[in-house]
């Protein structure tokens, strides 16, 4: 082996000696013979009495080489020849290679690759300056103008390659090709490849070529154009997006998703996108996206539509106008980390999204909303403060909720009595601790008609909420767990009401009605409830010597609580009044704060024992499979809650309706949540609880008001087995999906996620009979035929409207550098499907073929 290293220094004259002087020889490679040795020796020898010339003009840095079998210097050519892996290394010029010449005259360097013994190339010039990369056969390259001439060219021009028989490039980088292939597929026989003569290639800028033709395994195309123009800029850059062309029955021919994209700068872009068709419809969209890493991102959205269906002369004209501005903004939490900044705005006329999106998920949303918020923490104190602006906007009822501001203040749990160099044990009262909470708001709530009338600022309604729980746990008689807490609450108002009955007279008659009056000026409103509860802890174990099972555990957690809260309703509280309602002398009772942003005090005296019963029930089994242990632990009930209360402080109806709700796993896959109702008391025809116990009247102990039921599971293709593999795996003679003969057996990952519900709910309308049933069953799944095949689905189906709900399927297939995807949604308002079979390759989205209906066509 041959170890050269040296260098050539850039002047007009350099002695010959001083550059040699450090060349050490052995033995060559057997890919040369010893004569190529000699020659270098000899070369060596006449050092001291000749030096070589060098161009005129000098080089602007050293130019570094080495081989890997031997280096000779012709002097008589002036030449330095590098056999076997040859490597120049010259300012920021980087080259390899089986093979490189020198001529220091003329400043040319020539790279050749060269053929092994079984005729196979190896060795292929490597080229690398700045930025620009590639390979060639043969290549040769002047150091000083920086121009070249290469054959055979392979290089990656952003996520494309291009090859060119004959290639030349100029002092700038750029290439010039006679003939050359563009395509993303990385083969080196590529399934796609768009030949074009001449080429341009401006490196990390454009490829410019002149006609074009797409030629497919082999096979030329009809497919040829003039001219085309490739984007090669790393980054963001600007550019013309590509409309996609298609019709439908509704709206005509059409061009959609045509526009510009304009990359402002490195922190924000602007995209303008369009739609037009025939029958007169259009649609534009501006979207701007904008970050700046660790200060700030987001983005905005305005979307304008002009959708036309039917026609005047079929009497069934429907023109659609909608309008949209979406967006959201939102500081970087790097950036303070004790204060926060959002905003989301979500604005849009009410059938924007049904005529506008073909998004499911928006389709179904009636609830539009948007808010700014802020808020603000202390580190190290119990403060923070939050303060937000929202919007909320029902498409269906077209009511429309603004909350200008809403502001709170809150302070975390403190315990005041609490020591601060604690010594010994907890006093009791240490545990005692409080916490507060200040909530604000101004809210406007009418119908978005009535937005910009002057009579709105008058129909905000404000107020202040305050509230302040206090509460302590305690541990008493060793086992229990004693809770008290005692909740006060604060609102303010800025008005109330004065209902009076008075007079009217109507054509010479006299009638009476219940007049109301608004009154400015501030009242709060004041009151306050307290608890006591008491809970333990109890287990129970049964224990089985023989058999499967081995131990069964019941957790038991009894509750009893007691609540009070006084009758806010009575004269001395000052915060309800009554109302004579008809000529009878009939009075009803009325709270003097409207229904406003916080409720009024609580009506009825309130004062009883709360009852409630929690359980787990585990079960442990014998398993052999379980080295450690040889136990296994097994859920049987994860939770089951019976709970109701008595009310001591009414005397009717004392009894509130019996709950019951619980959850496990089943078989450890299928997840299990129930819950029912039942009411002691009968409902008359009015709908109105009565004081007369079912058990009285129907000889059963409840009424069942309402329960529910869901189930959901997931399952994959590890579910059934222990074998997980893609596709083809290594031989297993024992394997029970083996291919015959084989040995080797397969698996087809997949996965499918199952959720069914049930609820049942009664006595709804004032019946006491009347139920009200909803059923469904959803299932999603996905299947990998093979490392390329995939089918999606999704569906679900309703049993009580007896159809099936939104419906889809995917199937996606990975054709290397091409990719084939098929979508369908069989029914509903968004019925359609896609097929396309298009390039993977973002610099040729628009290489692609596609056949899809539109929804437009069911509307």
Same mark, same amino acid.
């Given at each position: ?137 043969? /290549?040769?390259?002047?150091? @000083?103008?920086? #121009?070249?001439?290469? !054959? ?5 021009? $952003?996520? &494309?390659? =291009? ?120 649609? /534009?969209?501006?979207?701007? @996206?904008?970050? #700046?890493?660790?200060? !700030? ?5 305005? $979307?304008? &539509?002009? =959708? ?552």
């Amino acid at each position: 082996m041959i170890a050269v290293y040296n260098s050539i220094q850039a002047s007009n004259h350099l002695p010959l000696l001083k550059p040699l002087c450090r060349l050490s020889l052995v033995y060559p490679d057997s890919g040369h013979s010893v004569n190529d040795t000699l020659n270098a020796v000899q070369s060596i020898a006449m050092a001291d009495t000749l030096s070589i010339p060098y161009a005129s003009d000098s080089l602007e840095a050293n130019i570094d080489y080495k081989a890997n079998d031997s280096i000779v210097y012709d002097l008589e050519n002036k030449l330095i020849l590098l056999y076997n892996d040859g490597s120049i290394h010259y300012d920021d010029l980087q080259l390899n290679a089986a093979d490189i010449s020198i001529a220091w005259e003329s400043n040319l360097l020539t790279a050749t690759e060269r053929s092994d013994s079984l005729g196979n190339k190896i060795g292929r010039p490597d080229f690398k300056q700045g930025s620009q990369t590639f390979s060639a056969h043969k /290549l040769a390259y002047n150091f @000083k103008s920086g #121009k070249g001439k290469i !054959y055979g060219l392979f290089t990656q021009e $952003g996520d &494309g390659f =291009l090859r060119g028989n004959e290639v030349k490039k100029d002092s700038l980088n750029n290439l010039y090709a006679h003939k050359a292939y563009f395509t993303t597929c990385n083969l080196e026989n590529p399934h796609f490849y768009i030949e074009a003569n001449p080429v341009k290639v401006i490196p990390d800028k454009l490829l410019v070529t002149g006609p074009a033709n797409l030629v497919i395994e082999g096979v030329r195309t009809p497919l040829v154009l003039p001219f085309a123009i490739f984007p090669m800029q790393k980054g963001q850059r600007s550019g013309i997006i590509l409309p996609e062309f298609g019709t439908t029955d509704n709206l005509g021919y059409s061009l959609t998703n045509g526009g510009y994209y304009f990359g402002l700068s490195d922190y924000v872009d602007l995209t303008l996108k369009g739609d037009i068709y025939t029958s007169g419809s259009w649609r /534009l969209n501006a979207s701007s @996206k904008f970050k #700046k890493r660790y200060k !700030y991102s987001g983005n905005l959205s305005l $979307g304008l &539509g002009h =959708l036309i269906f039917g026609s005047e002369l079929e009497n069934n004209l429907n023109i659609q106008k909608d309008f949209s501005i979406r967006g959201s903004f939102a500081l970087d939490p790097k950036l303070t980390r004790s204060t926060t900044f959002s905003a989301t705005i979500n604005i849009a006329s009410s059938g924007y999204d049904t005529y506008n999106s073909l998004d499911y998920a928006n389709h179904i949303n009636n609830t539009i909303s948007s808010s700014i918020a802020y808020s603000k923490r202390w580190p190290g104190k119990p403060f923070n403060f939050n303060m937000s602006l929202s919007h909320s906007q029902n498409t269906n009822s077209r009511m429309l909720d603004l909350t200008l501001p809403h502001v709170s203040f809150g302070v975390s749990r403190i315990y005041p009595f609490k020591r601060k160099i604690p010594v010994g044990k907890q006093r009791w009262y240490e545990k005692i601790g409080f916490n507060y909470t200040m909530d604000s708001r101004n809210l406007l709530s009418i119908p978005d008609t009535m937005l910009f009338q002057a009579s709105t600022l008058n129909k905000f309604q404000f107020g202040v909420h305050h509230s302040l729980p206090v509460s302590g746990n305690f541990k008493v008689l060793k086992y229990f767990t004693l809770n008290t807490s005692l909740n006060y609450t604060e609102n303010w108002f800025i008005k109330t009401i004065d209902k009076s009955y008075q007079p009217l007279m109507l054509d010479d008659s006299s009638f009476r009605y219940v007049q109301t009056d608004t009154l400015n000026h501030f009242k709060a409103a004041r009151f306050f409830s307290s608890s006591v509860s008491l809970n333990t802890r109890l287990y129970g174990r049964l224990n089985f010597r023989k058999g499967w099972i081995k131990t069964i555990r019941h957790v038991l957690t009894p509750n009893v609580s007691f609540n009070y809260r006084p009758d806010f309703s009575s004269d001395s509280w000052g915060y309800y009044q009554t109302v004579q309602t008809n000529p009878d002398g009939s009075a009803s009772l009325y709270s003097i704060f409207p229904n406003g942003m916080y409720s009024a005090p609580p009506t009825g005296k309130y004062g009883g024992i709360g009852l409630s019963v929690s359980n787990i029930l585990e079960m442990k089994v014998r398993d052999i499979r379980d080295t450690v242990s040889g136990d296994r632990k097994i859920k049987l009930l994860e939770n089951f809650t019976l709970s109701t209360f008595y009310n001591l402080a009414v005397d009717s109806l004392n009894l509130n309706p019996v709950r019951l709700s619980g959850r496990t796993t089943l078989f450890g896959k299928l997840g299990v949540n129930f819950s029912a109702s039942w009411d002691p008391y009968v409902m008359n025809q009015s709908g109105i609880r009565i004081n007369q116990f079912e058990w009285t009247k129907n000889k059963r102990l409840a009424r069942l008001t309402q329960a529910n039921i869901s189930l959901n599971t997931s399952l994959n293709s590890k579910t059934f087995g222990k074998k997980n593999t893609a596709e083809i795996a290594k031989p297993q003679s024992s394997a029970t999906n083996a291919f015959p003969g084989t040995g080797y057996y397969y698996d087809i990952p997949w996965n499918v996620s199952i959720n069914y519900s049930f609820n049942l709910s009664r006595g709804l309308g004032g019946v006491s009979d009347s139920s009200q049933i909803s059923q469904s069953v959803n299932i999603n799944g996905n299947l990998s035929l093979t490392q390329n095949w995939n089918i999606g689905f999704g569906s679900g189906y309703d049993f009580v409207n007896r159809k099936l709900v939104y419906t889809t399927v995917d199937i996606h297939r990975d054709l290397h550098c091409w990719e084939m995807s098929f979508r369908w949604i069989p029914i509903g308002i968004l019925k359609s499907y896609n097929f396309s079979i298009r390039v993977k390759s973002s610099t040729l989205k628009d290489l692609k073929i596609e056949k899809k209906s539109s929804p437009y066509d069911n509307l």
